[in-house]
């Protein structure tokens, strides 16, 4: 079987989408190698198949949708090192402009009669951007695969988990708003779709996990932090049979971004995981969440890693390491520092719900601050961003008071009753998603072979467990409050 015979074959039936894959694989023989080889093959007159197949108009590739995706995966197969044998460059990989022409035109129904396929293809396009050493080509294919595959913007798919981290390690951040702005409602049963209309049969539980916990990083990187706190809270609470390394590194990051942006890591809700706590508990995130933020000793300590503590407060991390190597290992170390430098902010914070008018010399014995201009400029910072309702006053020598006032609360019962139905709505949709993947057996059977086995393309879902390879908020760029 030739690729000039194999779509002669298709051309002259008239086949729906699922009887386009079916006779696509009945044909082609068994040996994945052997298919490759023949998919990705030159026509017999030597021209790109592929060229011949999208035509000059986006009606082509609508038609051709199936098979185009096949010869693009297998192009790419056999081009990248994680081809059939392991051996990359076998042929030319795709070109740029072919996966656009396909991502702009696709047929999306086409394209769900064989999800896996468009699953490779996201994962393809994510690893020909990062062989040609710009992560950042990859965003707008995956994007238009996004727009088109997906049947609701509300739904899940694989290649949403492929466009976020293509976003973040690009630093692409903003390019992921449009996504990340629009909730996710859908999660395999709970999307009330057919099995056939739902778009990715294959997404896994690591995948819902990983999708939030990308989000949680790039809204991070914006210093979006309630959204943040959002998205990282949703893959800590993400209900499954066991703890998974994602939950647990978005536990960590979800605590350092409670802090930073409301002060506090309240405990967490009770659907939580039980195996989540007590490991958090023998980690330094844990000690530095318990002294935050009026123990600036301490925590200062922790963040030069110069906090010792007893064997029995070590737990999961190796007696040689201090907390700084754990921070700095788990790609947090700059996340630790921009808590530490809001710290101030939060005690001041907290001496307003104790104190009605205090000096700022006194004000900056309760921080540790010594330099009065210094406090004085935390506190107007806080005024003007109605982080505090207070004011300053002076007296006859020049010495400046603050006067912390009860804050302002104008809330409309309009504005009561629609948080009272957007509660409502979130608690049944969380119950409803709840029951649906605890009585799903085939999603459980997921959830407990994805913890051992998470990915072909690597640990945590092909991103390894710390998902980054470096620590943003290390950058300059990032120190901007």
Wanted: net charge negative.
């Amino acid at each position: 079987m030739s690729l000039d015979n194999l779509l002669a074959d298709l051309a002259s039936r008239n086949l729906n989408p699922h009887q386009t894959v079916s006779r696509i694989n009945t044909v082609l023989p068994d040996d994945a190698q052997h298919r490759e080889l023949i998919l990705s093959a030159s026509l017999s007159n030597g021209s790109d198949p592929l060229l011949a197949l999208a035509g000059t108009n986006g009606i082509d590739v609508q038609q051709n949708t199936i098979i185009m995706l096949y010869i693009l995966n297998a192009r790419c197969s056999l081009f990248l090192p994680q081809g059939s044998q392991g051996q990359g460059n076998v042929v030319p990989p795709p070109t740029w402009g072919s996966i656009e022409a396909w991502t702009q035109n696709f047929d999306a129904d086409r394209a769900r009669a064989c999800p896996r396929d468009v699953t490779k293809l996201a994962r393809c396009i994510t690893a020909l951007a990062a062989r040609s050493g710009n992560t950042k080509n990859a965003i707008t294919p995956l994007l238009h695969i996004l727009q088109r595959y997906a049947p609701r913007a509300d739904i899940l798919t694989t290649v949403h988990i492929q466009f976020l981290y293509s976003c973040a390690s690009s630093k692409s951040f903003a390019s992921a708003l449009p996504v990340l702005s629009t909730p996710i409602q859908g999660v395999g049963p709970s999307t009330g779709l057919t099995h056939t209309a739902y778009p990715s049969v294959d997404l896994t539980y690591q995948d819902v996990l990983l999708y939030h916990y990308l989000g949680g990083f790039i809204l991070t990187a914006l210093h979006r932090w309630s959204e943040a706190e959002e998205y990282f809270e949703a893959a800590v609470l993400h209900p499954g049979s066991a703890v998974s390394a994602i939950q647990f590194e978005a536990l960590k990051k979800l605590r350092l971004v409670q802090l930073i942006g409301r002060g506090e890591a309240p405990p967490l809700p009770k659907q939580a995981h039980p195996g989540l706590n007590r490991p958090f508990r023998s980690t330094p995130y844990h000690a530095f969440v318990q002294h935050y933020p009026s123990q600036t000793t301490v925590l200062k300590a922790l963040v030069d890693g110069t906090q010792h503590f007893g064997d029995g407060e070590r737990g999961m991390w190796q007696s040689d390491r201090n907390s700084r190597d754990v921070f700095s290992s788990d790609q947090n170390y700059g996340l630790v520092q921009e808590a530490f430098r809001q710290a101030p902010k939060w005690q001041l914070k907290k001496l307003t719900n104790t104190y009605v008018t205090l000096g700022v010399g006194e004000i900056g014995k309760h921080l540790g601050i010594s330099d009065e201009a210094q406090v004085l400029s935390l506190v107007i910072g806080m005024i003007e961003t109605k982080l505090i309702n207070a004011s300053i006053s002076y007296d006859a020598a020049g010495q400046a008071a603050v006067r912390f006032d009860d804050d302002e609360v104008h809330v409309s019962k309009a504005q009561v009753d629609a948080l009272l139905r957007s509660s409502q709505i979130e608690a049944e949709f969380l119950q409803h998603l709840d029951e649906e993947t605890s009585s799903s057996k085939e999603y459980l059977t997921k959830a407990v072979k994805a913890r051992n086995n998470e990915s072909d393309m690597g640990g945590a879902g092909g991103f390894g467990v710390g998902l980054m390879d470096e620590d943003i908020w290390e950058s300059d760029l990032m120190h901007t409050f």
